[in-house]
């Protein structure tokens, strides 16, 4: 995996609730699939297993994409942006990403 591993942990700027953005994008074409939001547990998880991990703002629990839908996302690469807080996680995609059963969660358009 990628742009990112344990000991660089202390470059990513979390929010006051402890929480980055993550945009979530397919490694092979370019797709947004979805912005989530991770806290360190659900990064380190994601950095130990090879497969996303969030925390879910409305639930107040780590959640691993697909546990349910089974539409897991495996982790090819992790990068931080220039000011630490915000973080790009390409994925390979097994499954739609949205729960609504799109392929991305950016399926309308204003």
Request: aromatic share 8%.
């Amino acid at each position: 995996m990628g742009s990112i591993n344990s000991r660089d942990l202390s470059d990513v700027k979390f929010d006051s609730q402890g929480l980055v953005p993550a945009v979530v994008q397919e490694a092979s074409t370019g797709d947004v699939l979805m912005l989530a939001y991770m806290n360190s547990d659900s990064l380190t998880k994601t950095l130990e297993t090879g497969e996303a991990w969030f925390w879910s703002r409305s639930r107040g629990s780590l959640w691993h994409k697909g546990e349910t839908s089974g539409n897991t996302q495996r982790v090819i690469s992790i990068s931080i942006d220039c000011d630490g807080d915000t973080l790009l996680v390409k994925v390979e995609p097994h499954g739609p990403a949205c729960h609504t059963g799109e392929h991305t969660c950016f399926f309308r358009e204003l």
